[in-house]
């Protein structure tokens, strides 16, 4: 199954179904070769010394697409890694899974959905207004937790 946000509306309420990608590790070969230059939602997992992920960052892009960022944050030496980890951090231990849309309002949605409840960071997300209720249902091709 492609890796897309797919969306059903039903009167003021909006249920979205993201289809996640396996988990790839994010380094410039990978990322060069699998990921494309579409818009879309990604997840940034570190992987710990258990084989446990913890979730980093949720964000959307639509300028420049996945694959442009992705190369940032894949490089030991860009500034965008630097802002996850620090100079010290090994960068071989980040994963990410992605999905494509092309719809900016609905990644407004998704990821105010996501971010409800939490505590307000730096980057707060507003919806796009569209709608009074919004679900979401992801579909992952295996465990979120754990990689072996």
Known sequence: ??????????????????RWTDFLQVEKHHVNTCVPSEAG???????????????LDRRGVYYGGLRHVLREIADPDGRKAVVFFG??????????RYSLTRSQSDMDDILYFFSVGQVA???????????????????TPRSLYTIP
């Open 1 to 18: 199954m492609e890796p897309r946000v797919t969306r059903q509306i039903n009167d003021k309420s909006v249920y979205y179904t993201i």
């Open 41 to 55: 939602l990604f997840e940034l997992y570190y992987l710990d010394h258990t084989n446990t992920l913890h979730l």
């Open 87 to 96: 100079s010290s951090e090994p960068h071989d231990r980040l994963y990410v």
């Open 121 to 139: 960071g730096p980057e707060s997300y507003e919806h796009s207004g569209r709608f009074t209720h919004i679900y979401v249902k992801e579909i």
